[in-house]
């Protein structure tokens, strides 16, 4: 059974960092690319960045990049999302998610139906 917990989040003032994590078991994780995705309040979840299975290729949504850097340790099952220069836009629950990397197309990334595995998600609070 796969399970992803995700840890780290919490409430910050804007301007400062926090760093997510997102452990994960019962997969082959090296398998697997990861990716990060945020839902705010009446709103519908948006992907925030993905990571493929070696770590050699990123991709992050326009809205974080520069300030937000994803990474991963396969010996440690866990992926990282180290979120720095926050806004109160930033405020949100955010998720871990895992999609196999065999057949994924790098164009389907950002859509959530492309993950089967979710965890439960880690609220962050960005205020002003």
């Known amino acids: 059974q796969v399970q992803l917990v995700e840890s780290g989040g919490g409430l910050v003032q804007a301007g400062g960092s926090l760093r997510l994590a997102c452990a994960a078991s019962?997969?082959?994780?090296?398998?697997?690319?990861m990716a990060w995705f945020r839902q705010a309040p009446g709103k519908e979840r948006e992907f925030v960045a993905a990571?493929?299975?070696?770590?050699?290729?990123?991709d992050y949504a326009d809205s974080v990049k520069g300030r937000f850097t994803i990474s991963r340790d396969n010996a440690k099952n866990t992926v990282y999302l180290q979120m720095n220069s926050l806004k109160p836009d930033d405020t949100a629950d955010y998720y871990c998610?895992?999609?196999?990397?065999?057949?994924?197309?790098?164009?389907?990334?950002?859509?959530?139906?492309?993950?089967?595995?979710w965890g439960q998600g880690t609220q962050v609070t960005v205020s002003s």
């Open positions: 998610a895992a999609a196999p990397n065999w057949g994924l197309l790098r164009s389907t990334i950002p859509i959530p139906r492309t993950y089967d595995n």
């Open positions: 019962g997969l082959t994780f090296s398998s697997y690319a």
């Open positions: 990571i493929y299975w070696d770590g050699g290729s990123t």
